[in-house]
């Protein structure tokens, strides 16, 4: 198990991968089992170890999470060449209170106001964090990949971690 140090560094290491990220993807499990993505806005402004998505309570992604909690959430910035995937459990939350304090003025294209009754949260509690980021620019990345080609060698592409919350 994890001392409380290293679970704050991870958080700390995780929070600093998604700076700037303001969309994602996503994924439950549907019915049938197959897997199931759509965008979502993300309702936190600094991670603190779980995520928050608002959404409508009688939307299919909340069907799909009563039946089945794993989920992943996916981010990429193609223009930085940032890539991050969550992958945890979610869980319906109907707190006014939490609503409130996520509110922000682009869920009025959802809700009609913070007080609207269609409105719970999904909370993704994640348990792995795996981030790629490579600062290099395009052109760059693809002289690698060519390079690689030639040479047989593998490209270097950045930096990969995997992180345990």
Same mark, same amino acid.
């Given at each position: ?73 996916? &981010?990429? =910035?193609?223009? /930085?060449?940032?890539? *991050? ?5 979610? %869980? +319906? #939350? ?16 959802? &809700?009609? =106001?913070?007080? /609207?009754?269609?409105? *719970? ?5 994640? %348990? +792995? #964090? ?36």
């Amino acid at each position: 198990m994890q001392d409380q140090t290293s679970i704050q560094q991870n958080i700390s290491k995780v929070a600093e991968q998604l700076k700037g990220f303001k969309l994602a993807m996503l994924t439950t499990v549907a019915s049938d089992n197959s897997l199931h993505s759509r965008p979502m806005v993300v309702q936190q402004k600094e991670f603190d170890g779980d995520l928050w998505f608002m959404t409508g309570r009688d939307s299919g992604k909340i069907a799909e999470l009563s039946q089945t909690k794993q989920v992943n959430v996916a &981010f990429v =910035d193609v223009d /930085d060449s940032r890539y *991050v995937s969550l992958s945890g459990t979610a %869980q +319906i #939350v109907d707190d006014r209170a939490k609503i409130k304090e996520l509110w922000t003025p682009l869920a009025k294209a959802w &809700f009609k =106001d913070e007080n /609207d009754p269609n409105i *719970v949260l999904i909370k993704v509690e994640p %348990q +792995i #964090v795996e981030y790629w980021d490579t600062p290099n620019s395009t052109f760059v990345q693809v002289a690698g990949f060519l390079s690689a080609l030639v040479t047989g060698e593998r490209p270097e592409i950045g930096e990969h971690g995997k992180v345990k919350l």
